[in-house]
């Protein structure tokens, strides 16, 4: 298994500023991913963290809005960039051990509500 | 693309009765499904995982099976308890999905004393 910390567990922010969101392996993953989810629905994968490298995002998310920072192996973080009500949402990181079959892993959320 | 179903969207249910629940996927080509449990506001806890080449998996009161060739998972949970009330997420890791789960939207199970 893995053990995620995410940080902040919740925040309250006021539009137009910016959070970043730190999580936190307890071991050297080779996957990590950033999820959004909307009140009421489930999980929205938004990028792909890649150590090294620049964050592959999915449709309708990109960097400006959601950058990702992954310096090693262990750490990321996501910032959700000048803010609006519609970003408030939990955000989840997750880590796997690699492609195919290995199990997901999942921090406990970073509950963010803008006003 | 692959899309993932969760049945029923909502369950409500007396503590010490059986239940199941289901999940059905569009395609079949996948390495692995796996099965979520979330309290509310919170992240999400893995139950089980079942490998593509699996039929089923067991972990205490819970009983995961897959019949991939059907596009079919159940979690039966025995004996509930008022403890199991959450949200179950199943979500399946495909085999053109590149790294992604494709996850359901969730089936709301409360359990009442």
């Known amino acids: 298994s893995a053990v995620i910390s995410q940080k902040p567990s919740r925040d309250i922010c006021q539009r137009g500023t910016s959070l970043t969101i730190q999580c936190q392996v307890d071991s050297q993953v080779t996957m990590m991913f950033w999820y959004r989810q909307q009140p009421g629905q489930s999980l929205t994968l938004i990028a792909t963290a890649n150590q090294g490298s620049e964050a592959t995002y999915e449709s309708g998310f990109v960097i400006d809005k959601f950058p990702i920072s992954r310096p090693n192996l262990t750490f990321s973080t996501l910032t959700v960039s000048n803010m609006s009500p519609e970003d408030s949402s939990i955000y989840l990181c997750s880590v796997s051990r690699g492609l195919g079959n290995t199990e997901a892993f999942f921090g406990q959320g970073t509950r963010l509500t803008v006003v | 693309k692959q899309e993932v179903t969760q049945i029923p969207a909502a369950l409500s249910v007396p503590e010490g009765e059986n239940l199941v629940l289901n999940c059905s996927f569009t395609d079949s080509a996948i390495y692995n499904l796996q099965w979520f449990r979330q309290d509310p506001g919170k992240g999400l806890t893995s139950l089980l995982l079942?490998?593509?080449?699996?039929r089923e998996q067991t972990s205490g009161r819970l009983n995961a099976s897959l019949d991939k060739s059907s596009g079919r998972s159940t979690l039966y949970i025995a004996a509930s308890q008022p403890g199991d009330s959450a949200t179950y997420l199943c979500a399946v890791y495909g085999e053109t999905s590149g790294s992604r789960l494709t996850f359901g939207e969730g089936t709301q199970l409360t359990v009442n004393p």
């Open positions: 079942i490998q593509s080449s699996q």
